[in-house]
């Protein structure tokens, strides 16, 4: 039997280019992981990543290993059994929590990036705690200043705000490397705090965490200890936490 014509492979162009002619995706800079839901996705281009834009990476995985430990709230948001006190438990019914336009005399951060990240913590936060009655996410300063802060909040009436505080400092402080958590002034809005130093990326944090029967939250500072936080914290606080 006669064979069959053979066809001549098509002519592959000099180079590793696929056919086609379209280039492989690029592979994410600085070892920064795509995450899904868009959270943290890294569209940079192949080569050498800006030095902005791997800070932005860096702040994405920060953000992400907070949404990781949202406790904030989580089951325990519950309604209070009846020998709670009435009027506690209408106060913290009652108790909102919102991103406002500036902290501390920081405006809040409109660069794109930063701002869907804050976006997405949001909409994470609401998928993720249950029976919340209002949330806030959002970035604060000047990221080329290194002055840079990130809130995360939720509202809702809490059955034990001083566990919700534990679990909150427990996973905070296995996510970002967080140490020597200490309780420090609530504040006039009462329930307890915490704040420590932590680190993650490489880069130096102060965290403080707060916890009542009306809302839990956090606040994380960039590039600054604990301590230069702490100055700032009730301040900052009562900014974003509102009763009535």
Same mark, same amino acid.
């Given at each position: 039997?006669?064979?069959?014509? =053979? ?11 696929? $056919?086609? *002619? ?6 994410? $800079? *600085?070892?920064?992981?795509? $995450? ?18 791997? +800070?932005?990476?860096?702040?994405? %995985? ?5 949404? %990781? ?20 438990? !209408? ?17 809040? !951060? ?19 705690? $249950?029976?919340? =009655?209002?949330?806030?996410?959002? @970035? ?7 002055? %840079? ?9 809490? /059955? ?12 905070? &402080? +296995?996510?970002?490397? /967080? ?11 009462? *329930? ?13 944090? #102060? ?7 009306? &809302? /839990? #939250? ?14 700032? @914290? !009730? =301040?900052?606080? *009562? ?6």
């Amino acid at each position: 039997m006669s064979q069959p014509p =053979t066809t001549p492979p098509a002519h592959q162009p000099d180079g590793d280019a696929p $056919q086609g *002619g379209y280039p492989p995706p690029p592979a994410p $800079q *600085g070892g920064f992981p795509q $995450q899904p839901d868009g959270v943290g996705a890294t569209p940079y281009a192949a080569g050498p990543a800006p030095a902005k834009k791997r +800070s932005v990476g860096k702040i994405v %995985l920060i953000v992400l290993a907070v949404l %990781l430990v949202l406790c904030l709230g989580g089951a325990a948001i519950a309604a209070f059994a009846l020998k709670d006190d009435v009027k506690e438990a !209408v106060d913290a019914a009652n108790t909102t929590v919102s991103a406002p336009a500036t902290l501390a005399g920081r405006p809040q !951060v409109t660069e794109p990036g930063l701002k869907a990240v804050a976006d997405s913590l949001v909409t994470e936060m609401k998928k993720s705690v $249950q029976n919340e =009655t209002s949330t806030a996410g959002a @970035f604060y300063g000047d990221p080329a200043k290194r002055d %840079l802060l990130m809130i995360a909040a939720a509202s809702g009436v809490m /059955v034990d705000p001083k566990k919700e505080l534990d679990d909150a400092v427990n996973g905070i &402080s +296995s996510q970002l490397n /967080v140490t020597n958590m200490a309780a420090v002034d609530a504040g006039p809005l009462g *329930g307890d705090a915490k704040c420590g130093d932590g680190k993650s990326e490489g880069v130096p944090l #102060g965290v403080c965490i707060w916890a009542d029967r009306g &809302s /839990v #939250g956090l606040i994380v500072q960039y590039y600054k200890s604990a301590a230069e936080l702490k100055s700032e @914290f !009730v =301040t900052m606080r *009562g900014q974003i936490e509102k009763k009535g």
